[in-house]
């Protein structure tokens, strides 16, 4: 299994509400990485979780909470966001960060719109 | 941090011409470029990458070129066919020091074939 998975695949939230995306692989990886990409730009590297442990906060807004409760899943919380917050957020996973000079699984992505 | 550039943004080549995409990189502690290729709608896959202690490295009809010296690598895509459209991302990493975890990505170049 080489998939890294991603869910829901389309949210739509307003500015009050609470929800949560979801990402799971089993590759053994013990990397995750929470990415968001605007159309036609590169991803931005948002949280790094290495080995259970957040590793890497790129200073993203506290309305952005990462979780990851085991080494197979990554969560990711929203609440109270804003339009501009409106992107394809990306799970990927890899094997180790202190190698991690290997390749980057990424999943299809959660696109979130925000109204 | 490290800064990569990307060029072109944009390039369109006739079906079966070749399609070379370049970037520099800025700290020479990064030693591992790999390259990421995004379909619309679809999630980046690394399609090659290259380490800081081979020069070249070749795949089929896509080959990566690496100088250090310089601090550049490129991208070549030979035979191109009209599946190869894509927007392509370079990134550069280090395993070591304040970028580990992080994939700095280029700015992305979108490839159209033309059949």
């Known amino acids: 299994d080489t998939e890294v998975t991603q869910t829901p695949k389309h949210l739509v939230m307003g500015m009050t509400n609470k929800k949560s995306l979801k990402c799971e692989q089993h590759?053994?990886?013990?990397?995750m990485y929470w990415y968001k990409q605007k159309a036609k730009k590169p991803p931005e590297l948002m949280f790094v979780?290495?080995?259970?442990?957040?590793?890497i906060n790129e200073s993203v807004p506290s309305r952005f909470s990462p979780e990851c409760p085991n080494s197979s899943l990554l969560n990711l919380h929203l609440h109270a966001l804003q339009p501009e917050d409106s992107a394809l957020y990306l799970c990927a996973s890899s094997q180790d960060v202190p190698r991690n000079t290997g390749e980057l699984f990424f999943g299809e992505g959660s696109r979130l719109t925000v109204l | 941090g490290e800064n990569v550039e990307q060029h072109p943004s944009t390039l369109s080549v006739q079906e079966g011409d070749s399609a070379v995409i370049k970037c520099t990189y800025s700290d020479s502690a990064s030693n591992y470029f790999p390259w990421y290729k995004q379909e619309l709608g679809k999630r980046p896959q690394l399609i090659i990458d290259i380490r800081s202690n081979v020069g070249e490295k070749k795949d089929q009809r896509i080959a990566v070129t690496l100088n250090k010296t310089a601090k550049h690598f490129s991208l070549h895509i030979t035979e191109t066919q009209p599946e190869d459209s894509a927007v392509y991302f370079c990134a550069a990493t280090s395993d070591r020091g304040s970028t580990l975890g992080r994939l700095y990505f280029g700015r992305g170049t979108q490839l159209t074939v033309w059949p």
């Open positions: 979780y290495s080995y259970e442990k957040l590793s």
């Open positions: 590759m053994g990886h013990r990397a």
